[in-house]
């Protein structure tokens, strides 16, 4: 199968996630300083989650760039991912309105979980396809900064669970980090 339809499928679903994530955004009840105080941990919440949405479609696109061809296992992969990502405004928005909140930060972080295994099981699926000799199998073969995000994405939530709800969230945002600059391996094996 040709990749086109699945770059332009997930390119889409991406935008609208993020067009969702901000109508999600609540304005401030007055026209000061000091009222948008009152929303700004929302802003914040907003801002990583459309950072990690940028992530994502930037990563995706960088692997997708060097793949060849995807099969079904791909397309599954790839509609778990997006399953994922489109969980973001709903998770975003309840962290906005209950930062502090156990549940609400242990569902972000299961959420962003899903959403790096996904990312995951989209790579391996690829390198099933493509091949371990191919671009995409070679950048997988010593790909560990996504198993190192898996790993802190579980410390994320132990860490909430047993210290306080909102670690989940900075250690979320600090490995941002991580993937803030997409791959450059994809550069050199292309």
């Not at 997930?10 to 000061?32: C, R």
């Not at 930037?58 to 991912?81: E, Q, S, T, Y």
């Not at 091949?131 to 802190?152: D, E, M, P, Q």
């Amino acid at each position: 199968m040709p990749k086109t339809r699945i770059e332009a499928f997930t390119d889409a679903v991406i935008a609208i996630v993020m067009t969702i994530l901000v109508l999600e955004l609540k304005k401030p009840e007055g026209d000061t300083w000091k009222a948008f105080e009152g929303t700004g941990h929302q802003f914040v919440i907003y801002l990583i989650s459309f950072i990690l949405l940028a992530i994502y479609w930037n990563n995706h696109h960088h692997m997708f760039h060097i793949v060849r061809k995807v099969d079904g296992w791909v397309l599954w992969a790839n509609n778990f991912l997006i399953l994922m990502m489109s969980l973001f405004p709903f998770a975003t928005a309840w962290v906005g309105d209950h930062p502090t909140s156990l549940a609400p930060q242990l569902l972000y972080g299961m959420i962003l979980f899903g959403a790096d295994l996904a990312y995951l099981l989209v790579g391996l699926s690829l390198v099933r396809v493509n091949g371990k000799n191919s671009a995409v199998g070679r950048l997988f073969s010593h790909y560990h900064k996504i198993y190192v995000t898996l790993l802190l994405n579980i410390v994320a939530l132990f860490a909430g669970w047993l210290i306080h709800p909102m670690s989940v969230l900075v250690v979320n945002g600090l490995m941002l980090l991580l993937w803030f600059i997409p791959e450059k391996k994809i550069e050199k094996i292309n």
